[in-house]
Nanobody, 119 residues
């Protein structure tokens, strides 16, 4: 089992920045690829970013590419999502998730943190 706890959400004006953190516990953090997802009201949950176990590779949704950056500190069992140039359409609950080696999906999820971008 992996427990994940997100933090750092809040209210920000369009064009502003927020940094989300996701602290993991329970298993060897560096064994897991980590993902960020979001769900806006009335919409399906969507992929935002993924970072490899070492942090050497990342991938982003087109909607956030060039504005969001994911990083991780395996010594601190934490993954981060730096969000810049925020837009009102970035408003959502943001979730981090962990994917075990060889798993086809993300098996462990945090409780989510609300990000609200005002226009």
């Amino acid at each position: 089992q992996v427990q994940l706890v997100e933090s750092g959400g809040g209210l920000v004006q369009a064009g502003g920045s927020l940094s989300l953190s996701c602290a993991a516990s329970g298993r060897t953090f560096s064994d897991y690829a980590m993902g960020w997802f979001r769900q806006a009201p009335g919409k399906e949950r969507e992929f935002v970013a993924v970072i490899s176990r070492s942090g050497g590779r990342t991938n982003y949704a087109n909607s956030v590419k060039g504005r969001f950056t994911s990083s991780r500190d395996n010594a601190k069992n934490t993954v981060y999502l730096q969000m810049n140039s925020l837009k009102p359409e970035d408003t959502a609950v943001y979730y981090c998730a962990a994917q075990a080696p060889g798993a086809g999906s993300f098996d462990y999820w945090g409780q989510g943190t609300q990000v609200t971008v005002s226009s």
